[in-house]
């Protein structure tokens, strides 16, 4: 656990203390600040809880897209640097290292994430909407943050530079967030298989709208798990050749 939390520690203190770090933080805030201004504050006359479902709509989307650019160096940046056989070297086992490096990630972007707050709330303060369906849609948020961080970190075990692994992350995400499409022209048994690994459309909706749907945390975690022990196996592979 000792090694878990000090990896975790230098993956936040890397983005907290690097204008990369920052840069994301600003990128973040100012196309959700652009979003929330065009699309719910609007002259038409609209419910509190559409203003706020539309809030957690696109920011679902810079949620992921911030995930990719912070899991694409995990590993990719330490092996172009060389620094990947410190990592190698170490007593510590690969699961510790992806743990720690995948929780660094998800802190930071959850960080990121709640800077966002101050949207939901002005909708609450000027409108009906509760501290509950705030509360649901950021579980969502951060559940979709999780898987995220866990394909690019995945993409990034797997790529040789930055570059190549936000390719391969962000190819991984768009399978997923397909599957709503792919479930509509496939036969059957196969659309409701693709239907259930839809990322967004099934499983994140839900909570936009306000309800935590059990089904879709278990699918977002087990998700995760999976990429996080593909990403660990790759890592002993390397360690043992």
């Known amino acids: 656990m000792k090694a878990i939390y000090l990896l975790t520690k230098r993956e936040l203190g890397y983005h907290l203390n690097t204008i990369w770090g920052y840069a994301l933080i600003a990128f973040v805030l100012l196309i959700d600040g652009l979003l929330f201004n065009s699309f719910s504050l609007t002259d038409t006359p609209r419910f509190s809880s559409d203003v706020l479902e539309d809030f957690f709509y696109f920011s679902s989307g810079t949620t992921m897209i911030a ?5 694409m160096r995990l590993f990719a940046e330490e092996r172009q640097s060389n620094t990947i056989v410190l990592l190698e070297t170490t007593p510590i086992n690969e699961a510790q290292v992806v743990t720690g490096k995948f929780l660094g990630a ?5 960080l990121i ?3 966002t707050l101050y949207m939901p709330i002005f909708i609450q303060i000027n ?3 509760s501290w509950a369906q705030i509360a649901t849609g950021y579980l969502g948020l951060f559940s979709l943050a999780s898987v995220t961080i866990s394909i690019g ?9 930055q570059l190549f692994a936000a390719i391969i992350g962000a190819g991984i995400l768009v399978v997923f967030l397909l599957g709503w499409l792919m479930g509509k022209i496939a036969e059957a048994p196969l659309d409701e298989v693709f239907s259930y690994m ?3 459309d099934r499983h994140y909706q839900p909570f936009m709208r306000g309800r935590i749907n059990t089904e879709s945390l278990f699918f977002y975690l087990s998700l995760s798990f999976l990429f996080l022990l593909l990403a660990t196996r790759i890592l002993q592979t390397r360690r043992q050749s």
């Open 127 to 129: 409108g009906k909407v």
């Open 106 to 110: 998800l802190i930071f972007l959850m």
């Open 198 to 200: 839809a990322l967004f």
């Open 153 to 161: 970190l995945l993409g990034s075990t797997m790529a040789k530079n």
């Open 113 to 115: 994430t709640l800077l």
């Open 67 to 71: 995930g990719i650019f912070l899991s």
